[in-house]
C-alpha cells in the first residue's frame, strides 16, 4: 500500500532536528513480507522529499514481526490519577 501526503505545515523530522517546509512531499509503503519458515514481518518505509532543506530524500524504514498467537499480549486499563 501507498500513500502520499503533501501541503505540510512547516515542522521538524526529528526534535531538535532538521526543519521540513511547506513543499515537502511524505511518502509512506505497507508491505508485507512472508518468508520461507512462515513468519510474517510488516515493513512500514518512509521517504521525506523536500527540496529547500535536504538534498536527498530521508528514508526510514520500521520493521514489525507478527507473533503466532496473543499470548504476549496483555493489555491493562490506564488508570486515572
Known amino acids: 500500500m501507498k500513500s502520499v501526503t503533501t501541503q505540510l ?3 521538524y523530522l526529528r526534535k531538535n532536528g532538521v526543519p ?8 509512506e509503503y505497507l508491505d508485507l513480507h512472508a518468508e520461507a ?3 510474517q514481518y510488516l515493513v512500514d518505509t518512509n521517504i521525506v522529499e523536500d527540496p529547500v532543506y535536504l538534498q536527498a530524500p530521508w528514508v526510514t ?11 504476549k499480549f496483555s ?7
Not at 521540513?20 to 511518502?27: D, E, L
Open 9 to 11: 505545515r512547516p515542522g
Open 20 to 27: 521540513y517546509s511547506a513543499s515537502t512531499v511524505f511518502t
Open 37 to 39: 519458515n512462515g513468519d
Open 61 to 71: 524504514a520500521i520493521h514489525f514481526k507478527k507473533e503466532p498467537d496473543a499470548s
Open 75 to 81: 493489555p491493562t486499563p490506564c488508570k486515572a490519577r
